[in-house]
Protein backbone atom coordinates (compact mmCIF):
# COMPACT_ATOMS: atom_id res chain seq x y z
CA UNK A 1 0.00 0.00 0.00
CA UNK A 2 1.23 3.11 -0.80
CA UNK A 3 1.99 6.12 1.68
CA UNK A 4 -0.45 8.35 2.21
CA UNK A 5 0.89 12.06 0.66
CA UNK A 6 -1.11 15.73 0.81
CA UNK A 7 -1.14 17.12 -3.17
CA UNK A 8 -1.75 20.56 -3.30
CA UNK A 9 -4.81 20.34 -4.61
CA UNK A 10 -5.99 18.52 -1.49
CA UNK A 11 -4.41 20.83 0.66
CA UNK A 12 -6.30 23.76 -1.37
CA UNK A 13 -8.99 22.14 0.02
CA UNK A 14 -8.14 21.57 3.05
CA UNK A 15 -8.28 25.30 3.10
CA UNK A 16 -11.01 26.08 1.35
CA UNK A 17 -12.87 24.02 4.23
CA UNK A 18 -11.33 25.91 7.11
CA UNK A 19 -12.42 29.07 5.68
CA UNK A 20 -15.66 28.01 5.28
CA UNK A 21 -16.06 26.90 8.57
CA UNK A 22 -14.13 29.92 9.72
CA UNK A 23 -17.53 32.20 7.98
CA UNK A 24 -19.79 30.00 9.00
CA UNK A 25 -18.93 30.94 12.34
CA UNK A 26 -18.69 34.40 11.92
CA UNK A 27 -22.39 34.54 10.86
CA UNK A 28 -23.22 31.99 13.79
CA UNK A 29 -26.64 33.71 15.68
CA UNK A 30 -25.35 35.93 18.47
CA UNK A 31 -26.20 35.14 22.00
CA UNK A 32 -29.47 37.06 23.75
CA UNK A 33 -28.21 38.62 26.96
CA UNK A 34 -29.42 37.19 30.05
CA UNK A 35 -32.57 39.07 30.65
CA UNK A 36 -33.26 38.55 27.09
CA UNK A 37 -32.94 35.26 27.62
CA UNK A 38 -35.15 35.07 29.81
CA UNK A 39 -38.09 36.58 28.08
CA UNK A 40 -37.87 33.95 25.18
CA UNK A 41 -37.20 31.09 28.10
CA UNK A 42 -40.78 32.33 29.37
CA UNK A 43 -42.24 32.43 25.82
CA UNK A 44 -41.46 28.68 25.56
CA UNK A 45 -42.82 27.82 29.20
CA UNK A 46 -46.47 29.73 27.70
CA UNK A 47 -46.19 27.03 25.09
CA UNK A 48 -45.59 29.32 22.49
CA UNK A 49 -44.65 27.81 18.66
CA UNK A 50 -42.87 29.58 16.03
CA UNK A 51 -45.61 31.61 13.54
CA UNK A 52 -44.67 29.25 10.69
CA UNK A 53 -46.14 25.79 12.22
CA UNK A 54 -49.55 27.66 13.38
CA UNK A 55 -52.76 28.57 11.21
CA UNK A 56 -53.68 31.92 11.43
CA UNK A 57 -56.29 31.42 14.06
CA UNK A 58 -53.78 29.31 16.29
CA UNK A 59 -51.41 32.01 16.14
CA UNK A 60 -53.63 35.13 17.08
CA UNK A 61 -54.15 33.01 20.52
CA UNK A 62 -50.95 31.98 21.54
CA UNK A 63 -48.69 33.75 24.18
CA UNK A 64 -46.80 36.59 22.64
CA UNK A 65 -44.04 38.05 23.55
CA UNK A 66 -44.93 40.58 25.38
CA UNK A 67 -47.25 38.16 27.31
CA UNK A 68 -44.05 36.60 28.28
CA UNK A 69 -42.22 40.01 29.36
CA UNK A 70 -45.28 40.80 31.30
CA UNK A 71 -44.72 37.25 33.26
CA UNK A 72 -41.16 37.83 33.83
CA UNK A 73 -42.10 41.28 35.24
CA UNK A 74 -44.89 39.39 37.57
CA UNK A 75 -42.02 37.11 38.46
CA UNK A 76 -39.62 39.69 39.23
CA UNK A 77 -42.58 41.91 41.71
CA UNK A 78 -41.55 44.98 39.45
CA UNK A 79 -43.90 47.81 39.65
CA UNK A 80 -46.22 49.16 36.29
CA UNK A 81 -45.37 52.53 37.55
CA UNK A 82 -45.37 55.60 36.30
CA UNK A 83 -46.14 53.81 32.83
CA UNK A 84 -49.45 53.19 34.20
CA UNK A 85 -50.50 56.68 35.04
CA UNK A 86 -51.05 57.34 31.58
CA UNK A 87 -54.39 57.41 30.93
CA UNK A 88 -56.33 55.78 27.99
CA UNK A 89 -59.03 56.26 26.03
CA UNK A 90 -60.81 53.78 23.48
CA UNK A 91 -62.09 55.73 20.16
CA UNK A 92 -63.23 54.70 16.77
CA UNK A 93 -61.52 56.67 13.76
CA UNK A 94 -64.12 56.83 10.94
CA UNK A 95 -62.94 54.97 7.34
CA UNK A 96 -64.80 53.33 4.49
CA UNK A 97 -63.78 50.19 5.46
CA UNK A 98 -66.78 50.69 8.62
CA UNK A 99 -64.17 52.04 11.32
CA UNK A 100 -60.92 51.79 12.85
CA UNK A 101 -60.25 50.97 16.07
CA UNK A 102 -58.06 52.91 18.14
CA UNK A 103 -56.39 53.92 21.45
CA UNK A 104 -55.45 57.35 23.34
CA UNK A 105 -52.90 57.34 25.24
CA UNK A 106 -52.52 60.47 27.52
CA UNK A 107 -49.69 61.64 29.98
CA UNK A 108 -50.20 63.61 33.35
CA UNK A 109 -50.39 67.76 32.54
CA UNK A 110 -52.02 70.96 31.02
CA UNK A 111 -51.24 70.42 27.07
CA UNK A 112 -52.02 70.98 24.18
CA UNK A 113 -49.58 67.85 23.99
CA UNK A 114 -47.46 66.61 20.59
CA UNK A 115 -48.60 63.74 19.10
CA UNK A 116 -47.60 60.32 18.16
CA UNK A 117 -49.81 57.75 15.69
CA UNK A 118 -48.52 54.35 16.65
CA UNK A 119 -48.93 51.56 14.83
CA UNK A 120 -48.59 47.76 16.19
CA UNK A 121 -46.60 45.17 14.59
CA UNK A 122 -47.09 41.54 13.43
CA UNK A 123 -46.86 41.44 10.35
CA UNK A 124 -50.12 43.08 9.44
CA UNK A 125 -51.48 39.77 10.48
CA UNK A 126 -51.43 39.16 14.03
CA UNK A 127 -51.32 40.97 17.43
CA UNK A 128 -53.19 44.53 18.05
CA UNK A 129 -54.07 47.06 20.44
CA UNK A 130 -53.37 44.95 23.72
CA UNK A 131 -50.38 43.01 22.66
CA UNK A 132 -48.69 46.44 21.65
CA UNK A 133 -50.25 48.18 24.89
CA UNK A 134 -46.05 48.79 26.44
CA UNK A 135 -44.64 51.03 23.43
CA UNK A 136 -47.45 53.75 23.05
CA UNK A 137 -47.49 54.11 26.52
CA UNK A 138 -44.07 54.17 27.14
CA UNK A 139 -43.73 56.70 24.71
CA UNK A 140 -46.60 58.90 26.12
CA UNK A 141 -44.90 59.01 29.40
CA UNK A 142 -41.59 59.67 28.03
CA UNK A 143 -42.14 62.50 25.35
CA UNK A 144 -45.35 64.06 27.25
CA UNK A 145 -47.18 63.38 24.18
CA UNK A 146 -50.21 61.95 23.12
CA UNK A 147 -50.02 58.92 21.45
CA UNK A 148 -52.41 57.46 19.08
CA UNK A 149 -52.47 53.70 18.79
CA UNK A 150 -53.69 52.78 15.50
CA UNK A 151 -55.69 49.66 14.65
CA UNK A 152 -55.82 48.29 11.00
CA UNK A 153 -57.51 45.74 9.24
CA UNK A 154 -55.49 42.33 8.93
CA UNK A 155 -54.49 39.56 6.64
CA UNK A 156 -55.82 37.19 5.92
CA UNK A 157 -58.88 38.19 6.07
CA UNK A 158 -58.01 41.57 4.06
CA UNK A 159 -54.77 41.49 2.04
CA UNK A 160 -52.00 44.14 1.30
CA UNK A 161 -52.25 46.73 0.93
CA UNK A 162 -55.63 47.22 3.05
CA UNK A 163 -53.49 48.28 5.97
CA UNK A 164 -51.22 50.60 4.36
CA UNK A 165 -54.78 52.48 3.26
CA UNK A 166 -55.58 52.09 7.03
CA UNK A 167 -53.13 53.62 8.22
CA UNK A 168 -52.87 56.74 6.14
CA UNK A 169 -56.81 57.04 7.10
CA UNK A 170 -56.15 56.83 10.33
CA UNK A 171 -53.15 59.51 10.22
CA UNK A 172 -55.14 62.06 8.11
CA UNK A 173 -58.16 62.14 10.87
CA UNK A 174 -55.73 62.27 13.87
CA UNK A 175 -54.25 65.42 11.71
CA UNK A 176 -57.56 66.51 11.64
CA UNK A 177 -59.27 66.15 14.58
CA UNK A 178 -56.39 65.67 17.70
CA UNK A 179 -57.25 69.57 18.54
CA UNK A 180 -60.49 67.86 20.35
CA UNK A 181 -58.46 65.91 22.59
CA UNK A 182 -55.77 68.42 23.45
CA UNK A 183 -53.06 67.56 21.08
CA UNK A 184 -51.10 69.48 19.05
CA UNK A 185 -51.15 68.60 14.98
CA UNK A 186 -48.56 71.10 14.04
CA UNK A 187 -46.29 68.68 16.25
CA UNK A 188 -46.96 65.19 14.86
CA UNK A 189 -44.86 62.11 14.53
CA UNK A 190 -45.60 58.57 13.51
CA UNK A 191 -44.11 55.67 15.22
CA UNK A 192 -44.22 51.72 14.17
CA UNK A 193 -42.65 48.57 15.13
CA UNK A 194 -42.23 45.80 12.66
CA UNK A 195 -44.60 45.75 9.80
CA UNK A 196 -46.07 48.94 11.63
CA UNK A 197 -42.28 50.58 11.53
CA UNK A 198 -43.47 49.61 7.67
CA UNK A 199 -46.58 51.62 8.02
CA UNK A 200 -45.35 54.70 9.45
CA UNK A 201 -42.45 54.92 7.12
CA UNK A 202 -44.96 54.84 4.54
CA UNK A 203 -47.40 57.18 6.23
CA UNK A 204 -44.47 60.13 6.27
CA UNK A 205 -43.60 58.80 2.71
CA UNK A 206 -47.31 59.28 1.41
CA UNK A 207 -47.90 62.91 3.65
CA UNK A 208 -44.72 64.07 1.20
CA UNK A 209 -46.26 62.90 -1.73
CA UNK A 210 -49.75 64.52 -1.22
CA UNK A 211 -48.32 67.04 0.10
CA UNK A 212 -50.29 67.85 3.39
CA UNK A 213 -49.02 68.42 6.85
CA UNK A 214 -45.93 66.15 7.54
CA UNK A 215 -45.09 64.48 10.46
CA UNK A 216 -41.68 65.95 12.64
CA UNK A 217 -40.36 62.57 12.98
CA UNK A 218 -40.43 58.80 12.36
CA UNK A 219 -39.56 56.54 14.98
CA UNK A 220 -39.01 53.18 12.99
CA UNK A 221 -38.50 50.00 15.23
CA UNK A 222 -36.90 46.94 13.42
CA UNK A 223 -39.32 47.90 10.39
CA UNK A 224 -40.23 45.79 7.50
CA UNK A 225 -38.42 47.28 4.57
CA UNK A 226 -37.07 44.96 1.76
CA UNK A 227 -37.96 41.82 0.15
CA UNK A 228 -34.93 39.77 -0.07
CA UNK A 229 -35.01 37.45 2.76
CA UNK A 230 -31.01 36.62 1.86
CA UNK A 231 -29.57 39.17 3.37
CA UNK A 232 -26.91 38.56 5.81
CA UNK A 233 -29.25 39.11 8.87
CA UNK A 234 -31.72 36.32 7.55
CA UNK A 235 -28.80 34.50 6.81
CA UNK A 236 -27.66 34.29 10.60
CA UNK A 237 -31.07 34.48 12.31
CA UNK A 238 -32.92 32.06 9.96
CA UNK A 239 -33.66 30.07 13.28
CA UNK A 240 -34.50 32.85 15.91
CA UNK A 241 -37.01 33.23 18.11
CA UNK A 242 -39.81 34.58 17.89
CA UNK A 243 -39.29 35.54 14.25
CA UNK A 244 -37.39 33.43 12.34
CA UNK A 245 -36.82 32.93 8.54
CA UNK A 246 -39.78 30.59 8.24
CA UNK A 247 -42.12 32.87 10.38
CA UNK A 248 -41.52 35.80 8.11
CA UNK A 249 -42.28 33.82 4.59
CA UNK A 250 -45.63 32.43 6.70
CA UNK A 251 -46.63 36.45 7.34
CA UNK A 252 -45.50 36.93 3.44
CA UNK A 253 -47.73 34.43 2.19
CA UNK A 254 -50.42 35.16 4.59
CA UNK A 255 -50.35 39.54 4.07
CA UNK A 256 -49.92 38.94 0.10
CA UNK A 257 -51.59 37.33 -2.79
CA UNK A 258 -48.67 36.75 -4.65
CA UNK A 259 -44.51 36.79 -3.42
CA UNK A 260 -44.30 39.49 -6.56
CA UNK A 261 -46.76 41.73 -4.20
CA UNK A 262 -43.48 42.28 -2.34
CA UNK A 263 -42.09 44.54 -4.84
CA UNK A 264 -44.33 46.92 -4.24
CA UNK A 265 -42.48 50.21 -3.33
CA UNK A 266 -44.92 50.18 -0.43
CA UNK A 267 -43.07 46.92 0.90
CA UNK A 268 -40.06 47.26 -0.46
CA UNK A 269 -39.19 50.66 0.80
CA UNK A 270 -35.31 49.87 0.02
CA UNK A 271 -36.19 49.98 -3.39
CA UNK A 272 -37.38 53.27 -3.57
CA UNK A 273 -35.98 55.99 -4.88
CA UNK A 274 -38.10 58.68 -3.85
CA UNK A 275 -36.57 59.53 -0.37
CA UNK A 276 -35.51 62.41 -0.11
CA UNK A 277 -37.55 65.60 1.49
CA UNK A 278 -39.04 62.78 4.02
CA UNK A 279 -39.37 63.29 7.71
CA UNK A 280 -36.27 62.95 10.07
CA UNK A 281 -36.35 59.58 11.25
CA UNK A 282 -34.99 57.02 14.22
CA UNK A 283 -34.40 53.51 13.54
CA UNK A 284 -34.25 51.07 15.71
CA UNK A 285 -33.36 47.39 15.16
CA UNK A 286 -32.50 44.25 17.45
CA UNK A 287 -29.14 42.40 16.53
CA UNK A 288 -30.67 39.03 16.80
CA UNK A 289 -33.62 39.62 13.57
CA UNK A 290 -33.85 38.60 10.51
CA UNK A 291 -34.84 42.25 9.34
CA UNK A 292 -32.07 43.90 11.02
CA UNK A 293 -30.38 44.20 7.57
CA UNK A 294 -33.80 45.69 6.17
CA UNK A 295 -33.43 48.38 8.38
CA UNK A 296 -29.74 49.05 7.80
CA UNK A 297 -30.26 49.46 4.44
CA UNK A 298 -33.23 51.35 4.92
CA UNK A 299 -31.55 54.01 7.04
CA UNK A 300 -28.37 53.95 4.85
CA UNK A 301 -30.59 54.93 2.27
CA UNK A 302 -32.38 57.64 3.90
CA UNK A 303 -28.92 59.13 5.07
CA UNK A 304 -28.00 58.80 1.01
CA UNK A 305 -31.24 60.80 0.22
CA UNK A 306 -30.08 63.78 2.80
CA UNK A 307 -32.78 62.79 5.23
CA UNK A 308 -31.13 62.93 8.93
CA UNK A 309 -30.87 59.63 10.65
CA UNK A 310 -30.27 58.11 13.93
CA UNK A 311 -29.56 54.52 13.99
CA UNK A 312 -28.63 52.27 16.64
CA UNK A 313 -28.30 48.44 16.87
CA UNK A 314 -29.14 47.19 19.83
CA UNK A 315 -26.90 43.92 20.49
CA UNK A 316 -28.27 40.84 22.41
CA UNK A 317 -31.44 41.36 21.96
CA UNK A 318 -34.66 39.77 19.51
CA UNK A 319 -37.16 40.98 17.46
CA UNK A 320 -39.78 42.10 19.56
CA UNK A 321 -37.60 43.60 22.23
CA UNK A 322 -38.65 47.22 22.37
CA UNK A 323 -41.71 47.09 24.39
CA UNK A 324 -39.51 45.29 27.03
CA UNK A 325 -38.54 48.02 28.91
CA UNK A 326 -39.27 47.10 32.80
CA UNK A 327 -37.21 43.86 32.00
CA UNK A 328 -34.92 44.34 29.09
CA UNK A 329 -32.16 47.15 29.92
CA UNK A 330 -31.39 47.28 26.32
CA UNK A 331 -35.10 47.86 25.76
CA UNK A 332 -35.20 50.80 28.04
CA UNK A 333 -32.23 52.13 26.42
CA UNK A 334 -33.70 52.24 23.34
CA UNK A 335 -37.01 53.79 24.38
CA UNK A 336 -35.05 56.57 26.10
CA UNK A 337 -33.33 57.19 22.39
CA UNK A 338 -36.64 57.33 20.73
CA UNK A 339 -38.44 59.45 23.56
CA UNK A 340 -35.18 61.79 23.50
CA UNK A 341 -35.08 61.65 19.48
CA UNK A 342 -38.89 62.85 19.40
CA UNK A 343 -38.93 65.32 22.07
CA UNK A 344 -36.02 67.15 20.53
CA UNK A 345 -38.43 67.10 17.28
CA UNK A 346 -41.59 68.39 19.16
CA UNK A 347 -39.03 71.18 20.71
CA UNK A 348 -37.19 72.41 17.69
CA UNK A 349 -41.00 73.22 15.74
CA UNK A 350 -41.36 75.83 18.95
Do not use: C
Not at 33 to 41: I, Y
Not at 79 to 89: L, Y
Not at 182 to 202: P, Q
Not at 294 to 315: I, N, Q
Amino acid sequence: MRPFRHSPLMAAAATFALLSVGSSLAQEMAKPVPEMQAVLDKLQALESKPFSTLSVPEARTQASPADAAHAVQWDKRISSNPEAKVTTKDITIPSEAGGLAARVYTPEGKGPFPVVVYYHGGGWVVADLNTYDSSPRALSLGAKAIVVSVEYRHAPEHKFPAAHEDAWTAYKWVVENIHDMNGNSDKIAVAGESAGGNLAANVALMAKEMKTKMPLHQLLVYPVAGNDMTTASYTENAQAKPLGKADMEWFVKNATTSMDQTKDPRINLNGRSDLAGVAPATVILAQIDPLRSDGETFAAKLKEAGVPVDLKVYDGVTHEFFGMGKVVPQAKQAMDMAVADLTAAFNKAQ
